[in-house]
Antibody, heavy 120, light 107 residues
Framework: EVQLVESGGGLVQPGGSLRLSCAAS????????MDWIRQAPGKGLEWVGR??????????EYAASAKGRFTVSRDDSQNSLYLQMNSLKTEDTAVYYC???????????WGQGTLVTVSS | DIQLTQSPSFLSASVGDRVTITCRAS??????LAWYQQKPGKAPKLLIY???TLQSGVPSRFSGSGSGTEFTLTISSLQPGDFATYYC?????????FGGGTKVEIK
């Protein structure tokens, strides 16, 4: 079965750090462009960042809200995607989804999401 | 950044109704637009990509149209499982953005 499973969410204080993971199975992970997308409670979807596949040298793109604070990385040998989040703010509270970007454009495979709560 | 404006933001409809949701872009997208369905507590599900291509496994009552700056998602006959929130997303460069969503509720 093709699936993505996120982990690593939890409660963190403002200014703190957290690392999310996304484990992929049932697909050739190294061939995929992978993204993080988040959804604040009761709000819409917000794209966070992308890491391209090995053919594109694992280059990254970020939303303005993530640039300089968040880092998307991957370990193709472990079929895993990561989101390192530093200097967290209360407005980063959200469910974070990892997703496969099919053809680099649309998200055809999503994880179940992991909740990050930034609060003192 | 490309802004996507969905309308309406809320829609009340009955089973069997024909429903149309519009997504307007702040600049031309060619056909680089996708539609997603999201139910409470679940991840979004891809319905339509490239403006009008139905994702595998999605019922044919869903259809998409449009190009440039105006796009529509149509549900030809609303079914009980279709009550959800729908989002458009542009695929035309970074940053990727989503529309604000349209919540379809039971009348």
């Amino acid at each position: 079965e093709v699936q993505l499973v996120e982990s690593g969410g939890g409660l963190v204080q403002p200014g703190g750090s957290l690392r999310l993971s996304c484990a992929a199975s049932g697909l050739t992970f190294s061939d995929q462009h992978m993204d993080w997308i988040r959804q604040a409670p009761g709000k819409g979807l917000e794209w966070v960042g992308r890491i391209r596949n090995q053919d594109y040298s694992h280059t990254t793109e970020y939303a303005a809200s993530a640039k300089g604070r968040f880092t998307v990385s991957r370990d193709d040998s472990q079929n895993s995607l990561y989101l390192q989040m530093n200097s967290l703010k209360t407005e980063d509270t959200a469910v974070y989804y990892c997703a496969r970007a099919m053809n680099g454009r649309y998200f055809d495979l999503w994880g179940q999401g992991t909740l990050v709560t930034v609060s003192s | 950044d490309i802004q996507l404006t969905q309308s309406p933001s809320f829609l009340s409809a009955s089973v069997g109704d024909r429903v149309t949701i519009t997504c307007r872009a702040s600049q031309g997208l060619s056909s680089y637009l996708a539609w997603y369905q999201q139910k409470p507590g679940k991840a979004p599900k891809l319905l339509i990509y490239a403006a009008s291509t139905l994702q595998s496994g999605v019922p044919s009552r869903f259809s998409g149209s449009g190009s440039g700056t105006e796009f529509t998602l149509t549900i030809s006959s609303l079914q009980p499982g279709d009550f959800a929130t729908y989002y458009c997303q542009h695929l035309n460069g970074f940053p990727l953005t989503f529309g604000g969503g349209t919540k379809v509720e039971i009348k």
